[in-house]
C-alpha cells in the first residue's frame, strides 16, 4: 500500500459524458501527477500539480482538466468522453517535486 | 516518438537465477531513471532509481545500471524469487522544477520455480 488512495476503482460510463477521478495523497506529499495507462500508449504523464498550483503539463487533451485542492487531493476531470479515453489512470504523489513518485492503485475507466 | 524503449514484451527466468531487465532511451537530457513494478490491479511500485552522476545504485536483491555512453539502463535481480513475477517499468526524467516520467512500454517478467 503505497499511501495513495484514488475513488472510484472502476468507472463505466457512455460516450459524450463527464467524470471525475479523485486522488489523496500520502501524508506530507505536497505533489500530484495524473497518468493515463491505455493499452497501445502505455502510461502516459498528463499533468502535475505543487501545492495547489499547475507545475508541467503533458500530452493532456483539452477535454481535460485537472486541479488540486487546499487539503492537497486532486481531482482529473474528463469531459466530452470518446472511447478512446478508455484507460486506467493513476494518480501519483511526492513530497516534493523532485522526489520519487509513488502511485495509487488507479482508476479503471470504460468509456462504452 | 518512444523516447524510453524496453525491447523485450517478456522474460521468463528460474528461481534463483539473475533476471537482467533491459531498458533504452533517446533524450539525452533525461538525467535521472527509475524502476517500477506492477501487479495486475495495482499501481506501480517504486523499486529503484539511480541519478545520471551514478553509473550504479544497490538496494538489496536490486542493483541498476546506467551506462550513459550507450544511453542504457538495467536492472539485476539476484536472486530471482517467484514474487518478483510482475510487469517491469523503466521510467526516466528530465529535473528541471518538475519531473515528468517517461515510461518504457514494461517487460513482463517471470519467474519459474
Known amino acids: 500500500d503505497s499511501g495513495v488512495t484514488q475513488t472510484p476503482k472502476h468507472l463505466i460510463t457512455a460516450t459524450g459524458q463527464r467524470v471525475t477521478l479523485r486522488c489523496s495523497p500520502r501524508?506530507?506529499?505536497?505533489?500530484v501527477y495524473w497518468y493515463q495507462q491505455s493499452l497501445d500508449q502505455g502510461l502516459q504523464f498528463l499533468i502535475q500539480?505543487?501545492?495547489?498550483?499547475?507545475?508541467a503539463k503533458g500530452n493532456i487533451l483539452e477535454r481535460f482538466s485537472a486541479q488540486q485542492f487546499p487539503d492537497l487531493h486532486s481531482e482529473l476531470n474528463l469531459s466530452s468522453l470518446e472511447l478512446g479515453d478508455s484507460a486506467l489512470y493513476f494518480c501519483?504523489?511526492?513530497?516534493?517535486?523532485?522526489?520519487?513518485?509513488?502511485f495509487g492503485p488507479g482508476t479503471r475507466l470504460t468509456v462504452l | 516518438d518512444q523516447q524510453v524503449k524496453q525491447n523485450s514484451p517478456s522474460l521468463s527466468v528460474q528461481e534463483g537465477r539473475i533476471s537482467i531487465l533491459n531498458c533504452d532511451y533517446t533524450?539525452?537530457?533525461?538525467?535521472?531513471f527509475l524502476w517500477y513494478k506492477k501487479y495486475p490491479a495495482e499501481g506501480p511500485t517504486f523499486l529503484i532509481s539511480?541519478?545520471?552522476?551514478?553509473d550504479k545504485n544497490e538496494d538489496g536483491r536490486f542493483t541498476v545500471f546506467l551506462n550513459k555512453s550507450a544511453k542504457h539502463l538495467s536492472l539485476h535481480i539476484v536472486p530471482s524469487q517467484p514474487g518478483d513475477s510482475a510487469v517491469y517499468f523503466c521510467?526516466?526524467?528530465?529535473?528541471?522544477?518538475?519531473?515528468?516520467?517517461?515510461f518504457g512500454q514494461g517487460t513482463r517478467l517471470t519467474i519459474n520455480p
Open positions: 501519483a504523489s511526492s513530497k516534493q517535486v523532485t522526489d520519487t513518485q509513488y
Open positions: 521510467a526516466a526524467s528530465v529535473i528541471q522544477g518538475a519531473q515528468k516520467l517517461v
Open positions: 500539480y505543487y501545492n495547489g498550483e499547475e507545475r
Open positions: 533524450n539525452s537530457m533525461f538525467d535521472y
Open positions: 539511480i541519478s545520471s552522476i551514478k
Open positions: 501524508s506530507g506529499d505536497l505533489s
